[in-house]
């Protein structure tokens, strides 16, 4: 009877590298289990990352401990009498799951998707442990699963940013595109959308992230800080930082974010641009004067190591380009105790010489001096 012999090739394995120490501990249990190494180079990544996490808990000067944790989940009986020979047999034989149960006592639903999800380097043992907190707690951490799910090729950032973000910030486009550098200042620029637009609760929050990300803009350079800008400026929350007589003095406006939106238009300026960020992180803020003609005041925001605060005027830009009522506004703005900053010489002077009367410099000059200014005035 003639014979069939199938030339069906069988895929070959890829063999993935493995970095150190692993690939050391790895060759310590092919010595005593011979074949091990070629196991874990081409097997899957979940449990490749499975094995990982058992050679990190291994104690290299007591491996019977862990020997003895992998035995009680084997049914048969193993050929290795070595410790490390033990290791490598039950490793070979034992299931990823079985192996997560011996490394944590239990595996939570959606551990094992996770851990495949690493794809097949090492990661970090406090990652792991970090992931496997995440996943015990479904109804505590479900917006971190929920978001971790949604990221296909996972990396160690990720899980960190998973850990150190909540609320609204556990979204997919924000994990993917910021740095741990930028978790403080995300957490910030939360705290001042949710001070500046209390109207906005977590779900318009998240719903505005949501088409962030579908514009791509998560990906270009300072976007984070571009989309809490465009919630920010709709803000019409006024209030001056630090408290003032300015703010009951009918000859001046406390202006909000959406305030100074609206000016930019009126006085043809770039206002918007340039100072929106000052006002809302609390260094600067703006008053209009409302004498003829208009002008919009910026008040540079003094601190002093004692914590005392006062302002100190920065600019004054008219509505009409003019300079005749900066005068009468300085006086004014001094009667609240505003820091005003003068030259004996005449304001035509300053300008020949390419000094405006009222400049940004002002505001950093008081700034350097603020703690000598109070010094004198007690």
Known sequence: MAQFVSHVRLARPIARAITQPLLDFAFEIDARFPGYLRYLLAASDTVRQANFVILRQIDWQNPELVADRLRQKI??????????????ECLFRLSARSMVDVAFGSVPQGFMGFLGR???APIAIDVIKDGFAIFSDPEGNRDRIIVLQQISDLAEIHIRLAMRLDGPLLHRGLIS???LENVMAAQELLALIRTYRADLDDRAIRQSLDGWAKSGAHKRYRSMGTWARSILEKSTLARLPV????ANDPSFVVMSPADIVQAARRY?????????GHLIGGRRCYVEWQGNPKAIVELCVLRCGSGEARYA???IQAIDRSEGSHDEIARHLELHGVLVARSPHDRGTLKALGVHYDHDDFGEYWMREFDQILA???
Do not use: K, M, W, Y
Not at 78 to 88: E, H, K, Q, V, Y
Not at 243 to 246: F, K, N, P, V
């Open 177 to 179: 595109s910021i740095s």
């Open 75 to 88: 049914v048969f009986q193993t050929s290795a009498t070595d410790p490390l020979g033990i290791i490598g």
């Open 268 to 276: 043809r300026n770039c206002l918007h641009e340039q100072r929106l």
């Open 118 to 120: 690493l794809g097949h």
């Open 376 to 378: 004198d005035a007690a």
């Open 313 to 315: 005027l920065g600019e």
């Open 243 to 246: 408290e003032s007589g300015l």
